[in-house]
């Protein structure tokens, strides 16, 4: 277990170090300056500039100071807002961003395993037709239109919750809806199955058999038998939110990471794409090898499989 | 009394040699067709089925069913709610109706009025909430923009904020995404099925450094690879498919070479390697076809995330430039004038909504008909 985890981290190193020269290198060939109005400017006050922020060293140089910063923690000052440094910026978006992951995923989580039980338990009755239906079109509608639904009927026409911006906790809402719309279908959707699976095992009949109820036979025995697949689909999961989160913190102004970055591309922001891309992948990293982990704790037989 | 003995005559023994005992009386059914039946009994995936075919269709021939051009600008006629003869009580009769209210009815009207510019002729006002009961006055002023603007001609899915053709333009952002539907298949079944296959029949080395650059490139998020891709070329529908390409194929990859690893040690490669195949043959002729189901599955399912994510970098102003239509693009416009004119949004969003959900219902069908545990 130690050696494959040590093995882990190191290819988390090198796909680190591989994305930020990858980053760096794209940015370099990105069409456009990062000079607002460069036309305006004359060939002195361009260069003045592109030397205040260390543009006019050849590049391998520029690159070696950049990683040598990056290890530092240090992402540069960014183009957009003066002499804001990329890593506070990043520091104050990521509240936002995290609530807003964090709360779609607990509730899509939990509200999608009680639809996936209930189907499982009503099998091929009408409450299992009506949620797996509704699970294929949480599945299938793009968050970006259920956003837009939600604005305009929610937002719009009953006035429940604020349409956009970030004020408060009913301003969470209707962006959490949004995002947990994915989550609540696929964790539905797996659960069903999964809990098919194991309330047709020998065990199941063997406790119902010695005459535990059905309630019990669901919860203590099935529920905890078909929770541990789930972990697996908690990682794209996850990954799914930060995708989702670039367009709904958009859609909602949310002032989060996902808005900084949709934005800083547009203007060609790039020590902010370039941190914020390394700040994402980096959490993608580390959630597909805490998942893999945690699946390797929780289920004994893929960790005796990893020792033969 | 005497018993009734029935004539032996009438009976024929029965014939005990194996060619008949052993005689299938059932034609057989290959794998294909026995999954085809399945396939076909399953309501929902032929539902699903049908309204592809349909899409398709109108993807192909819906732009030439009017005279509008995908580009054709007329501020003129704007914003045009939509409007199909016979089609009137699904609220597509060409006309704009909002709810004002106000302290009293006087006010509440000419609010209404007001709000369609005060073009009384072509307005029909009427009285939801008269006031009376202590709550605010509310009236309803319904507009007929096609008679205001004296257009003869019906726009079905009336037009967008620049005057151009909803229908034409839903229709062609169809196209866009199912050919990105297309490309996703062919990218899963070239790539994804030759990197995995030779990456698991050759083993050893091979193997070993093949798994290395995968494992690197699923540790870069699609999304990020995908939207650095976009800002070096120029944002179009070959950097998306560039994009696609260099990020689709993995998981694909990776399914094939766990189920080649598998078969790889089997009696028939085995058989067929000693009468002399050769290696690209086994893979053609043996082994990919003993996973073509699994191949088929995954690829319906990488399907419809692929047009999502052609919408999705579209709809943040990544995917096709401005004056192209992608369902993408048509619904970032629709959000700008959601309050007022939801039709723009409206369309698209139901045309994207129907092709995923389509995709992922087929997709379902396949794989139940293609699992044996299935059967029944």
């Known amino acids: ?308 | 009394m005497e018993n009734h003995k029935p004539n032996k005559d009438l009976f024929v023994p029965v014939d005990t040699t194996d060619t008949e005992s052993e005689k299938i009386t059932r034609p057989s059914l290959s794998f294909w067709q026995d999954s085809f039946i399945r396939l076909r009994k399953n309501v929902g995936a032929m539902i699903g089925l049908a309204v592809l075919v349909i899409l398709a269709l109108l993807a192909i021939f819906g732009p030439y069913l009017n005279d509008y051009g995908v580009y054709e600008q007329d501020l003129s006629r704007s914003k045009m709610p939509p409007k199909v003869e016979g089609l009137g009580w699904l609220g597509m009769d060409g006309t704009l109706s909002d709810v004002q209210s106000a302290a009293t009815l006087e006010q509440a009207e000419s609010k209404a009025l007001m709000r369609f510019n005060n073009q009384e002729d072509f307005i029909e006002t009427e009285v939801v909430n008269d006031g009376s009961n202590g709550e605010p006055a509310q009236v309803r002023a319904t507009y007929d923009v096609y008679a205001a603007k004296d257009i003869q001609e019906n726009y079905w899915f009336g037009t967008d904020g620049l005057g151009r053709d909803q229908w034409t333009r839903t229709w062609m952002g169809t196209r866009v995404s199912l050919y990105i539907a297309f490309l996703a298949a062919a990218i899963d079944m070239l790539i994804g099925v030759a990197y995995g296959g030779i990456s698991a029949y050759y083993g050893g080395r091979v193997d070993n450094v093949m798994q290395r650059i995968i494992e690197i490139l699923v540790g870069i998020p699609n999304l990020v690879l995908v939207i650095l891709m976009i800002l070096i070329l120029e944002p179009g529908i070959l950097s998306i498919t560039i994009a696609l390409a260099i990020a689709g194929w993995i998981s694909m990859a990776r399914i094939v070479r766990g189920q080649i690893l598998k078969l790889k040690n089997q009696e028939f490669v085995l058989a067929s390697r000693t009468l002399g195949a050769k290696d690209s043959r086994i893979l053609q002729r043996h082994l990919i076809p003993n996973v073509l189901g699994l191949i088929i599955i995954n690829t319906m399912f990488s399907i419809p995330s692929a047009i999502f994510f052609e919408a999705f970098l579209s709809f943040i102003g990544l995917g096709l430039p401005t004056p192209m239509a992608s369902l993408g693009t048509l619904i970032n416009a629709g959000f700008q004038s959601l309050q007022i004119y939801p039709h723009i949004l409206l369309f698209p969003a139901v045309v994207i909504s129907l092709i995923m959900i389509a995709f992922n219902v087929l997709a379902d069908g396949l794989r139940d008909a293609f699992d044996p545990k299935m059967r029944e």
């Open chain 1, 1 to 308: 277990m130690t050696r494959y985890i040590i093995q882990r981290l190191i290819y988390l190193v090198i796909t680190m170090i591989l994305i930020a020269t990858l980053t760096f290198f794209l940015m370099k060939f990105l069409p456009g300056t990062p000079l607002s109005a460069a036309d305006k400017l004359s060939e002195e006050q361009q260069q003045v500039v592109l030397e205040k922020y260390g543009l006019d060293d050849p590049v391998p140089i520029q690159y070696f100071n950049y990683m040598v910063n990056l290890v530092q923690g240090d992402l540069g000052i960014s183009f957009q807002f003066d002499n804001r440094e990329v890593s506070t910026i990043i520091m104050e978006r990521i509240g936002p961003s995290m609530q807003l992951g964090v709360q779609a995923m607990v509730i899509g989580v939990i509200l999608g395993m009680l639809l996936g039980l209930v189907s499982a338990i009503y099998h091929n009755g009408f409450m299992d037709y009506t949620s797996t239906f509704l699970a294929v079109l949480g599945q299938s509608i793009p968050s970006f239109v259920f956003a837009g639904l939600l604005q305009f009927y929610i937002g719009v026409k009953f006035g429940w919750f604020p349409v956009a911006l970030w004020e408060g906790w009913e301003y969470t809402v209707l962006p959490t809806a949004s995002l947990a719309i994915f989550p609540i279908a696929i964790a539905a959707r797996f659960m069903r199955t999964e809990m098919l699976e194991v309330m047709g095992s020998d065990y199941i009949v063997t406790a119902r058999a010695k005459g535990v109820n059905k309630v019990g036979v669901v919860f203590k025995h099935g529920l905890r038998n078909a929770l541990i697949p789930l972990i697996t689909v908690l990682g794209p999961l996850a990954i799914s939110l930060m995708t989702g989160s670039l367009v709904i913190e958009n859609i909602f102004a949310v002032p989060g990471i996902g808005e900084q970055f949709v934005k800083a591309i547009n203007v060609n922001d790039y020590p902010i794409i370039m941190g914020t891309t390394l700040l994402l992948s980096f959490m993608f990293i580390i959630i597909i090898l805490v998942i893999d982990l945690l699946y390797g704790v929780i289920d004994p037989r893929i960790r005796l499989a990893e020792g033969e």
